[in-house]
């Protein structure tokens, strides 16, 4: 069984900062990517940033220099859990959205499949 859950939103005026957590675990021999997506009204889900098993991050470019992503892995034997947080600085308006967390298994060639497992989501709100 795979858990993920969000946590961390709220309401800020713009200029502040948030920061956002991801906490999922599962018992797997895979390897996981971590992924932030969010959805505004009306639009549809994008990627924010992504974190792969291998610490390799990437964002997208409305959030460079303002967003940073990180993720602290614990495995014992087959139980993993990763928490990964998104640190949200100089937040606009149009950063307001819900928040989501992806946890990606890595496809390896045998058993373990590429499958995405998602949270609840979080909701951020930035003010004017």
């Known amino acids: 069984q795979v858990r993920v859950a969000e946590s961390g939103g709220g309401s800020v005026q713009a200029g502040g900062s948030l920061r956002l957590s991801c906490l999922a675990s599962?018992?797997?021999?895979?390897?996981?990517?971590m992924s932030w997506y969010r959805q505004a009204p009306g639009k549809e889900r994008e990627l924010v940033s992504v974190?792969?098993?291998?610490?390799?991050?990437?964002?997208?470019?409305?959030?460079k220099n303002r967003f940073t992503v990180s993720r602290d892995d614990t495995r014992q034997l087959t139980y993993l859990q990763v928490k990964s947080n998104l640190t949200m600085i100089s937040l606009q308006v149009d950063d307001t959205a819900m928040y989501y967390c992806?946890?990606?298994?890595?496809?390896?060639?045998?058993?373990?499949?590429?499958?995405?497992?998602w949270g609840q989501g979080t909701q951020v709100t930035v003010s004017s």
């Open positions: 992806k946890f990606q298994r890595r496809a390896n060639g045998g058993a373990c499949t590429e499958t995405d497992f």
């Open positions: 599962t018992y797997t021999y895979c390897s996981y990517d």
């Open positions: 974190i792969g098993a291998d610490g390799g991050v990437d964002y997208a470019d409305s959030v």
